[in-house]
């Protein structure tokens, strides 16, 4: 177990310093997330307005689509907005308080869009491998439901880890100061920078975390283990194509976003570096909000046309 120095602290500032060293300019830095974040947002809300609008978009699938744009939004604004303002004014403090609600909200939006993902990866299935009873099955109430669920999940999920950061110690400087080599308040950043004994912490990461994350992972594999047997038996090419089209998106996004969690979270400390964890970071806080709209949607027959219609003036199906 780490002792804690006397000027250890429970509730410290902490710096962000990721970007302190680097060389790219803090203007670039700025403009590059600013023009992310803006067109997260606006691919999102188109995605949403349009399905909310169009009739013909007024199904199990798009309906699930929709939460996920709304959590893609909150996921990029949790992070993104913070990391704007510490570019501007090139001061990367944060106070504790501050910090653990950023985790708080960051978790409650990550979890809650892995398990949406996996509930889409049920609708896929349903609507493949038993399309007699599809609307019937994933109905409006029962898309609600599988939403609110994830909700409630999700947010049992942080507390149980943010109040395991809760009584921690953190090694501060002669200013009270903790220095987290990151962009944001993550949990590896902040374990790392904690003098109390984390064991508990990375317990409850591996186990419940774990299972957590392994238990949508398995449903994922066994839906598309069942749409790809189902594929092969279908009579005609088209319905095998249409079929494939339908999962392509929802499996590229699917690998990008597990992968890049799993290979930040469930690895032991010692096998990935800061700069990884960064990186990976990077990846699952402002590509994949921003790619979502884009990947799920807007290569979608139907989106594109109900896209298609907005923009020429026309009146979407009411």
Request: glycine share 6%.
């Amino acid at each position: 177990i780490m002792g804690c120095a006397p000027n250890a602290s429970h509730s410290p500032v902490f710096l962000l310093l990721v970007f302190s060293g680097s060389e790219v300019p803090p203007t670039i830095l700025f403009v590059l997330f600013l023009a992310i974040y803006l067109a997260t947002i606006m691919g999102n809300v188109t995605l949403v307005l349009l399905i909310s609008w169009d009739s013909r978009l007024h199904s199990p699938m798009y309906y699930l689509l929709r939460g996920l744009s709304v959590i893609d939004m909150g996921l990029s604004t949790v992070i993104l907005p913070q990391l704007l303002a510490h570019l501007v004014t090139h001061d990367p403090a944060i106070p504790a308080a501050r910090c653990l609600a950023q985790l708080f909200f960051f978790y409650v939006f990550g979890v809650t869009d892995t398990l949406v993902i996996s509930v889409m990866a049920l609708d896929r299935y349903m609507a493949i491998c038993d399309p007699l009873h599809y609307h019937s099955v994933m109905n409006r109430q029962c898309c609600a439901r599988l939403l609110a669920l994830c909700w409630v999940v999700s947010a049992v999920h942080t507390m149980l880890h943010v109040g395991l950061l809760l009584p921690l110690s953190w090694a501060a400087d002669a200013e009270g100061n903790v220095h987290l080599p990151h962009f944001f308040c993550d949990h590896r950043p902040l374990l790392r920078a904690s003098c109390s004994d984390t064991h508990p912490n990375e317990l409850a990461i591996f186990l419940e975390g774990g299972f957590l994350m392994m238990g949508p992972c398995a449903l994922i594999l066994l839906s598309y283990v069942r749409i790809g047997a189902t594929i092969l038996h279908l009579p005609s090419a088209a319905g095998r194509r249409r079929a494939v089209s339908t999962c392509g998106s929802h499996l590229t996004m699917v690998g990008f976003f597990y992968g890049t969690i799993i290979w930040v979270y469930f690895q032991p400390p010692s096998q990935n570096s800061q700069d990884q964890d960064m990186v990976a970071a990077v990846m699952y806080t402002s590509i994949t909000p921003l790619a979502n709209p884009f990947v799920y949607s807007l290569r979608n027959k139907d989106v594109k046309s109900a896209l298609h219609r907005l923009l020429r003036g026309g009146r979407v199906a009411s």
